[in-house]
C-alpha cells in the first residue's frame, strides 16, 4: 500500500539509506498519499524504482539479506539486525540488497531462499509484530548507528563554559561565609555535614559560570532579606 | 491524540516495556482508536496512569530522561539511547522515566528541565523527525536489546544436523568419480582448478544431512541421463 511505501521511505532517509527498491507493488509509490506519508522523504520515492520480480531487483547485489519475524523451517544463517549491520561495514566490497516483506503476509518463501542469511530483530516475543516502517527504521537505525558512529554523551553548554574549581570553591566559600552570619552552624559536628554535603552537591551538579551567577543572585539576594 | 498513544503502547510492549504514564492527554487511551492502534498491546493502555502534571508523573523516580530532537540552549548532559540503556541497566538501584514529548510540538522546556539528562537519538540531520511511536520504538529498542544480548548470529538447522566432515568429502569424492566418467577432467591441470573450486564451493555452503541428500538426488539422476 502507497502508505507503507511513503513510510518506508520516511524510515530509510531517517538512517541515510537512499535507494528503495520495489517489486510489484500494489500502489504507485509515486501517489499523493504515498508522498505524505513519507514526510518529506520525497527523494527516496523519486529515485525508487520498480522491478517485476525479486530476482530482477537484486541482480546487480553480492548479498542479500531476507528480513523475517517467523521461522519457516528454512536452512539459513540468522544475524541481528546489529551483526547484520556490522557485517555490511567490515565487507564494503560487496553490494548489499535487505528484503522486506509486504505488511500483512511477510516475505514469501520463493524470496527468501534467494537470501544469503536472514535478519531477525530481538523483541519481546509475546509481542513482536512491527510495521513495514518499523522494520525498516530498525534495520536502518543499526546501520546507521554502526556507520556513523556516534559520540556517546556530550554536554550542551552553549555560550557558557564549565566554571572550573578556583570558582566552585570561591562560590562554596562565599556560601558557607553567609551561613555563618545566618547562625546555621551552631554545633561544630553539624557544620562539617552541612559543608561535605553542600560541597558534593555543588560539585556533581557541574555546574557552568552562567549557571554561578544565577547561584551568587540568590544567595546574596537571600542574604538581604535576612539581615532586613 | 488517540492513535499516537495506542502507538507508542505498541513500541513499548514490542521491547517488554510495560509502564505507561500519560499527562494530560488530549484523547482517552481507554477509546476505541487507540485501542485499534495499539494492535494488541491493550495491557498498556489498560494499566496506563493518567496524570495532571509531569511534576505528578514522575514524583517516584529517581531519575529522568527527556528525549529531544532540537537543542535548547538549555545546560544539560546528552546520551545516544544506546548509552542511556546501558546507564539504566547499569544502575538497577535507580527508579528510571524517560519523557516523550507530544507528536508536533515535543516536550515543553518545562519538562525539560526536569530531566536529569537528554536522550537524543542519532540520525541523518537532514530527515531526523520521528514521529512519537518510532521515537518510542528506537528508545525501547537499545534498551531491550541490553536487557536481553541475544545472540548475534545462529543457523536455523531444523530436524536435520551439519553435515559431517567424513560426508561431505565422500559426497566430493563421488561427484568428482562421476565428473571423470564424463570426461570433463581432461586436462590434468584443469581438473586441480575445477576439484579445488567444488571443495571451496560445498565447503563455504556448510551443507546439511539433507540437503547432502537433495545433492546426491541430482547427481545420480544427472548421471543416469549421460549414460543414457
Given at each position: 500500500?502507497?502508505?507503507?511505501?511513503?513510510?518506508?521511505?520516511r524510515?530509510?532517509?531517517?538512517?541515510?539509506?537512499?535507494?528503495?527498491?520495489?517489486?510489484n507493488?500494489?500502489?504507485?509509490?509515486?501517489s499523493?498519499?504515498?508522498?505524505?506519508?513519507?514526510?518529506?522523504?520525497?527523494i527516496?520515492?523519486?529515485?525508487?524504482?520498480?522491478?517485476?520480480?525479486?530476482?530482477?531487483?537484486?541482480?546487480?547485489?553480492?548479498?542479500?539479506?531476507?528480513?523475517?519475524?517467523?521461522?519457516?523451517?528454512?536452512?539459513?544463517?540468522?544475524?541481528?539486525?546489529?551483526f547484520?549491520?556490522?557485517?555490511?561495514?567490515?565487507?564494503?566490497?560487496?553490494?548489499?540488497?535487505?528484503?522486506?516483506g509486504?505488511?500483512?503476509?511477510?516475505?514469501?518463501?520463493?524470496?527468501?531462499?534467494?537470501?544469503?542469511?536472514?535478519?531477525e530483530?530481538?523483541?519481546?516475543?509475546?509481542?513482536?509484530?512491527?510495521?513495514l516502517?518499523?522494520?525498516?527504521?530498525?534495520?536502518?537505525y543499526?546501520?546507521?548507528?554502526?556507520?556513523?558512529?556516534?559520540?556517546?554523551?556530550?554536554?550542551?553548554?552553549?555560550?557558557?563554559?564549565f566554571?572550573?574549581?578556583?570558582k566552585?570553591?570561591?562560590?562554596?566559600?562565599?556560601?558557607?561565609?553567609?551561613?555563618?552570619?545566618?547562625?546555621?552552624?551552631?554545633?561544630?559536628?553539624?557544620?562539617q555535614?552541612?559543608?561535605?554535603?553542600?560541597?558534593?552537591?555543588?560539585?556533581?551538579?557541574?555546574?557552568?559560570?552562567?549557571?554561578?551567577?544565577?547561584?551568587?543572585?540568590v544567595?546574596?539576594?537571600?542574604?538581604?532579606?535576612?539581615?532586613?
Open positions: 500500500m502507497a502508505e507503507n511505501i511513503g513510510m518506508a521511505a524510515a530509510m532517509l531517517n538512517c541515510d539509506i537512499q535507494e528503495m527498491r520495489l517489486v507493488p500494489r500502489e504507485s509509490h509515486l499523493e498519499k504515498a508522498l505524505s506519508a513519507s514526510s518529506g522523504a520525497d527516496i520515492l523519486k529515485n525508487a524504482k520498480v522491478y517485476k520480480s525479486t530476482e530482477d531487483a537484486i541482480a546487480d547485489c553480492d548479498y542479500i539479506y531476507a528480513t523475517t519475524a517467523r521461522r519457516r523451517g528454512m536452512i539459513k544463517p540468522i544475524r541481528t539486525a546489529h547484520a549491520a556490522n557485517e555490511i561495514l567490515a565487507t564494503p566490497n560487496h553490494r548489499y540488497g535487505i528484503l522486506f509486504p505488511e500483512r503476509t511477510g516475505l514469501h518463501n520463493d524470496d527468501v531462499c534467494l537470501a544469503d542469511s536472514i535478519i530483530i530481538p523483541l519481546n516475543p509475546e509481542h513482536c509484530s512491527l510495521n516502517s518499523q522494520a525498516v527504521l530498525l534495520v536502518g543499526e546501520w546507521y548507528q554502526q556507520h556513523i558512529n556516534p559520540s556517546e554523551q556530550e554536554f550542551i553548554l552553549g555560550k557558557t563554559t566554571a572550573n574549581k578556583e566552585v570553591v570561591l562560590f562554596l566559600k562565599t556560601l558557607e561565609k553567609k551561613l555563618e552570619t545566618s547562625g546555621i552552624f551552631s554545633q561544630p559536628e553539624k557544620k555535614h552541612m559543608q561535605i554535603n553542600l560541597r558534593n552537591i555543588f560539585t556533581r551538579a557541574q555546574i557552568t559560570e552562567q549557571e554561578l551567577n544565577t547561584l551568587y543572585g544567595i546574596n539576594h537571600l542574604n538581604i532579606t535576612e539581615h532586613k
